[in-house]
């Protein structure tokens, strides 16, 4: 759910985004959706476009469609082919194309695998003002597939990292840090040991104040952090 929307930046189901980049005529992504959550408040809160995109076929099903809100069966991976999804049972049903050890697969579904260069094409866009992205350790052959070009065409990128679930993903996610570094965009890190919400902003459309760089680098970081150490200890 949408919290702090007085703010500059909105945290929203572990997502956190910039809400003054969006207005009822930008483009938005929702990929890896599940229910598409994060896109219908979003959009139903600030009135833009978004396209979603689920692999599991039975929360794929459960999207629902509206004015503001389309959905397509892919998985973002880095090739234009089929993948083999694994279904997890956890405590929600998800799934991933490169099985984690420690996960209980119930099953495999094909799903129709596409880069996001290529869904980006696929829906027409020129500028994207917004990409959620959470595809359960697919993000590293995301970005190893996607060219600095279709990148830079995007005003900024909300992401989960699974280098918490994965020790293999801590260099592959150094890797892209430093590319997007390089790309010219600006990194805001808010989760503390490793890279569960980051927020990448794209300097050639969005023009961050000195004091807001240094507010969300710094304050609203260390604020979150605060926040979940309190919300741990009422739990016990």
Not at 18 to 27: D, F, T, V
Not at 146 to 153: I, K
Not at 176 to 181: F, P
Not at 203 to 230: C, D, E
């Amino acid at each position: 759910m949408l919290e702090y929307k007085n703010t500059d930046l909105w945290p929203a189901y572990g997502h956190t985004f910039y809400p003054p980049a969006l207005n009822k005529n930008s483009i938005a992504l929702d990929l890896g959706a599940s229910s598409a959550l994060f896109g219908h408040e979003v959009a139903d809160e600030i009135g833009c476009q978004f396209h979603v995109v689920e692999a599991l076929p039975e929360n794929f099903e459960r999207i629902n469609e509206t004015s503001l809100l389309k959905k397509y069966h892919f998985a973002i991976c880095g090739e234009n082919e089929p993948q083999n999804f694994s279904v997890v049972d956890d405590e929600d049903r998800w799934g991933l194309i490169q099985p984690e050890s420690g996960s209980s697969q119930r099953e495999t579904v094909a799903v129709p695998g596409i880069t996001l260069k290529s869904f980006i094409e696929h829906i027409g866009a020129d500028i994207i003002d917004l990409a959620k992205i959470d595809i359960e350790s697919a993000e590293i052959a995301m970005f190893d597939a996607t060219d600095d070009e279709t990148l830079q065409s995007i005003k900024q990128i909300s992401i989960d990292f699974h280098d918490f679930i994965d020790s293999k993903l801590i260099e592959p996610v150094q890797q892209v840090l430093q590319r997007m570094d390089t790309l010219g965009f600006q990194t805001f890190v808010f989760t503390r040991n490793f890279h569960g919400d980051v927020l990448f902003i794209n300097p050639a459309h969005i023009k961050l104040s000195a004091a807001q760089v240094f507010n969300f680098k710094h304050i609203t970081k260390n604020l979150r952090g605060l926040q979940r150490i309190m919300a741990r200890g009422s739990l016990k």
